[in-house]
């Protein structure tokens, strides 16, 4: 037999064959064994490189493409190979050099081009990245591959529409390119074309259902387009196919959060943190999530390490500064959502956050700011809107805000808060009809909706509609706008409707000062029902409650409390006995000085006040500064001023003085006895030896009104609702006379009518 032997060239073309079948250690034998006969064939040299690099020696192809390098220095192919090696090692500047060498040698060399961009992309150098893209396809148009990164590069640069067209190009020429599938399905989303986007994952996945990127992104898709169940179980899927993707546990977190899966999204984020410490998105992702457990403290420590991570990471400054604020730290939240502009000018909800946080500090100037550049960054953000009305709606801009609801509604009809502040807007333009249909339309999108329920109920009390009007007055202990905080009994709510003859009731306060005094005139007509009263009210009114008939025991609110049956709030009595305009029980005096109040003796107070013949009239002008209508209801002591040269002993009644009337108060003819006030019975004391008392809507005009007292009270144009509308008397108080703002909403013309009011009581006095 003859034995044939087989040329190097032979040899090499046999192992370059085992390569590509897959036949590694073979190819890799075959290599060698030319290298042993030819040390300096450059090209086994090369494939030998390759062979390691897919073997994963990386410093062995190195060393083999250095070795080819050195004798061919210009072998493009080696070069440009050693460079892709270089990039998956991170040596990005070497491999640009190696792409850099080799396009010295042919500067036309399309694959050497592509591949230089790409080193480029991943270091963020995208405008180079995009001209050695431009460059490749100008050599080579039909290019798939340049084509597609490309339109990754176009989207790393914020253009997804030229990236969606890259993506395209490079479909028309191979329609089963599933990596430009997936991206064109990225450039869709970004865009917000989620059906679009889905439709591209799709068939990513048809083509390869093994892809676990293309289920990831098909979950965010499905979650956009609110198929948040099919989006968890697109990640599951992608987690079944590779359980160590990142980025599908973090997807799959953030869909359990939207789900409000807390504990489940949580582990699916610290399972994300587990493989990649690193990643801000699942740092804040899981902050999110602690937040809305109410976890605020740890929920701000995550955000801390997304941001240690990523210092310019807007959206994580953005909720770090909304949890800073739901804390209670204020100036450090805004210093957070300064950071985040820092970084993004237009961020959008840096501004709107920073709006929120600037409106709850009373800086509605510059809330407003934030809230138009926020619109002008994007017109017709339904929630931006809406804030503004608010904050236009607090500087008394009532049209204007008026008409950012309806633009934040015309963004989104269904919704449900704007509609529930346009009819507050609406009420306090006194348009009543029209806030009532804003708040039924809340309503029939939430039936639940509590706050749209409490308003309600108040525009249909100050209309006079007490029957549906106390129904919908029930909502406020649910309503975070009532600002009521929530009371647990064990024992049930009575609202009228059962037997209570020998049983024992709490009735308890509520709100403010004035609702018990207004409310308290119910205690009576519980105890003619039978029961045993227990009037649980504020301490500084408790003494004055014993001048109640009909209380078996007052305690003060905190005190431990008797055994009881049932409990009602006081402003809940109106509703239990089916109150109407007709049937309010009005008979005053319902509340008696206690005597000790008084000192056993009037000539105490007389002492006190002087004497002579001019009338003695109580003046006041100020209630509760955090009250939430304060700036529209109390004035300033120097608005009273046209009153104080009518001959007459003007007394304070005002507790505590505010710094600006202080100064005032000195210098006017107005006696002050704030600091011999302990409590309400002592006021009441006061009261009792006046002639008059002039007061804003606060609950010195309460007071006087229980004591049959001729009280005059200023009122603001749109009332509270228990002054009613369009008349000048009250059917709870009938000693009460009301002296209303006009449409102009301004006190001017109310104090003159008072001046001439009390120039003709003074008169009649005498």
């Known amino acids: 037999m003859t034995t044939v032997s087989l040329t190097i060239s032979e040899v090499f073309d046999i192992a370059l064959k085992s390569y590509y079948a897959g036949k590694l250690a073979e190819a890799e034998q075959l290599c060698l064994k030319i290298l042993s006969a030819d040390p300096d064939s450059a090209a086994t040299l090369n494939l030998l490189a390759v062979i390691h690099t897919a073997l994963g020696r990386n410093d062995a192809a190195l060393s083999c493409y250095d070795r080819a390098l050195s004798l061919r220095p210009d072998f493009i192919q080696a070069l440009s190979n050693r460079g892709a090696v270089l990039k998956q090692l991170k040596r990005h500047d070497e491999a640009l050099e190696s792409y850099d060498r080799a396009i010295t040698f042919q500067p036309d060399h399309v694959e050497v081009l592509n591949n230089r961009a790409g080193v480029l992309q991943e270091i963020g150098r995208y405008d180079e990245a995009l001209a050695g893209y431009d460059r490749a396809l100008a050599l080579q148009p039909e290019h798939p591959a340049a084509l597609n990164n490309r339109g990754v590069t176009l989207q790393a640069l914020g253009r997804p529409a030229d ?28 865009l917000k074309r989620f059906g679009d986007a889905l439709a591209s994952y799709d068939r990513a996945i048809e083509l390869r259902p093994d892809n676990a990127d293309a289920l990831t992104n098909r979950a965010n898709a499905l979650d956009k387009l609110g198929r948040r169940e099919e989006a968890l179980a697109c990640c599951n899927g992608a987690l079944n196919l590779q359980p160590h993707h990142v980025e599908a546990l973090y997807n799959r977190g953030a869909i359990l959060h939207r789900l409000r899966q807390f504990d489940e999204a949580l582990t699916s984020y610290d399972a994300a943190l587990a493989l990649r410490p690193d990643y801000p998105e699942a740092l804040a992702g899981r902050a999110a999530t602690l937040h809305d457990q109410k976890r605020l403290d740890s929920a701000l420590t995550s955000y801390d390490r997304a941001i240690a991570l990523s210092p310019d990471y807007a959206h994580a400054l953005v909720n770090r500064g909304a949890t800073l604020h739901e804390l209670g730290r204020s100036d450090e939240a805004l210093g957070d959502f300064e950071r985040a502009l820092a970084c993004e000018p237009d961020h959008v909800e840096a501004l709107t956050n920073r709006g929120v946080v600037l409106h709850d500090l009373g800086r509605y100037h510059e809330a407003l700011a934030d809230q138009d550049r926020a619109i002008a960054a994007r017109p017709g953000d339904a929630a931006v809107l809406n804030n503004r009305g608010v904050t236009l709606h607090r500087l008394r801009r009532l049209e204007q805000a008026l008409a950012s609801y309806d633009m934040a509604l015309a963004s989104r009809p269904d919704y449900a808060e704007a509609l529930a502040n346009r009819g507050v807007t609406l009420s306090d333009l006194m348009r009543y009809d029209e806030a009532l249909a804003s708040y039924d339309r809340a309503i029939a999108l939430r039936p639940d909706y509590a706050d749209a329920h409490f308003f309600k109920g108040l525009s249909s009390l100050v209309t006079g509609d007490f029957e549906r009007g106390w129904i919908e007055y029930e909502w406020r202990r649910k309503a975070p706008a009532a600002k009521i905080t929530a009371r647990h009994f064990s024992k049930p709510l009575w ?82 006995f089916k109150t109407r305009l007709e049937t309010i029980p009005s008979d005053v005096p319902y509340l008696r000085v206690p005597k000790q109040a008084l000192k056993q003796a009037p000539e105490h107070w007389d002492a006190l006040l002087g004497s002579g013949r001019a009338p003695r009239i109580g003046l006041a002008w100020a209630g509760n500064a955090k ?41 006017c003819n107005v006696r002050r006895f704030g600091g011999k006030f302990g409590d309400f019975s002592d006021t009441a004391a006061l009261i009792s030896q006046l002639d008059l008392v002039i007061s804003v809507d606060t609950a010195v005009a309460h007071l006087a009104g229980t004591l049959g007292k001729p009280v005059w009270i200023l009122l603001t144009h749109a009332p509270d609702w228990r002054w009613l509308l369009e008349r000048d008397h009250s059917p709870w108080y009938p000693s009460a006379r009301l002296f209303r703002q006009s449409e102009t909403r301004e006190w001017g013309s109310v104090t003159m009518r008072l001046r001439d009011a009390l120039l003709e009581f003074t008169a009649t006095a005498r």
């Open 163 to 190: 990236a969606l067209a890259s993506y395209d190009a490079a479909l028309a020429l191979r329609p089963d390119f599933v990596e430009a599938l997936v991206n064109r399905g990225i450039a869709h989303y970004e």
């Open 495 to 576: 609202l009228g409707e059962d037997d209570i003859e020998g049983q024992t009731i709490l009735l308890h306060s509520e709100q403010g000062f004035g609702d018990t005094l207004q409310f308290c005139r119910y205690v009576p007509l519980v105890a003619a029902r039978g029961a045993r009263v227990i009037l649980e009210v504020e301490e500084p009114l408790c003494a004055l409650m014993t001048g109640v008939a009909g209380a078996t025991k007052i305690i003060a609110k905190g005190d431990p409390r008797p055994d009881f049956d049932w409990h009602c709030p006081l402003p809940s009595l109106p509703l239990a």
């Open 627 to 667: 009250h939430v209508r304060d700036i529209e209801r109390s004035i300033r002591l120097r608005d009273l001023l046209p009153l104080l040269d009518i001959d007459a002993r003007f007394v304070s009644l005002q507790k505590e003085v505010r710094d600006g009337d202080a100064q005032m108060l000195a210098r």
